[in-house]
């Protein structure tokens, strides 16, 4: 299957500050998700992104597929933000082959 | 509209029982995937169904088995449960299964 790693895979954040997180994937692909997942273990959808640039209000994504990585930008954290964050990726087939997960803790 | 439901939320079990948990796709999605997520790591991919047929498998034993309903809910059975199956299954759902998914909130599985 497709290797995913993530960095950092953890990172703790005074309130207000930005962050970058980033993906790195073994393989062409055509699916690209970001994930949070927040303490009850819910997996909130952020950006289905497999190529370009997207943006949500303090968050945007950019995926480089030609050189297999993805960026995850938050900026002006809150404390809701704490979590894990999880990097999925998918190639022609029908599952999803996540990363590890950067777990981010934002301190007030 | 309401989003993937799963059932039960919790469940305690004994090794070697079996266990079978539910899952609801968002209405007008007919394909369900399955995901089991040990702690401490991402979720693994266990089955893809698409229109009451099994389009994906990822690597579980033959304990773990599944099907979809022409309703397009599913079901997960997992039969002579090991210490090891304890974990957070979670399903999601997706309009054909190569597109976004989106989650539930997931069973969590604990056997003793």
């Known amino acids: 299957g497709i290797q995913v790693e993530q960095s950092p895979p953890d990172l703790i954040l005074q309130e207000g500050a930005n962050s970058t997180l980033r993906c790195n994937f073994s393989d062409s692909v055509n699916n690209l998700q970001w994930f949070h997942q927040n303490p009850w273990g819910q997996l909130i959808n952020l950006f289905y992104i497999p190529s370009g640039t997207k943006q949500n209000g303090r968050l945007s994504a950019t995926t480089v597929a030609t050189e297999r990585y993805s960026l995850l930008y938050i900026s002006s954290s809150q404390t809701t933000d704490s979590g894990v964050y999880f990097c999925?990726?998918?190639?022609?087939?029908?599952?999803?082959?996540f990363g590890t997960g950067t777990r981010l803790t934002v301190i007030p | 509209d309401a989003g993937v439901t799963q059932s039960p939320t919790h469940l305690i079990k004994t090794r070697g029982q079996h266990v079978t948990l539910r899952c609801s796709p968002i209405?007008?999605?007919?394909?369900v995937s399955w995901y089991q997520q040990v702690l401490g790591q991402g979720p693994q991919f266990i089955f893809q169904y698409y229109e009451k047929e099994e389009r994906g498998r990822g690597n579980f034993p033959d304990r773990f088995s599944a099907r979809q309903f022409p309703n397009y809910s599913s079901e997960l059975n997992v039969n002579a449960l090991l210490l090891g199956d304890s974990a957070l299954y979670l399903c999601a759902s997706s309009l054909s299964g190569q597109e976004t998914q989106y989650f539930g909130p997931g069973t969590r599985l604990l056997v003793l």
């Open positions: 209405s007008g999605h007919k394909s």
């Open positions: 999925a990726v998918g190639a022609g087939a029908n599952n999803l082959f």
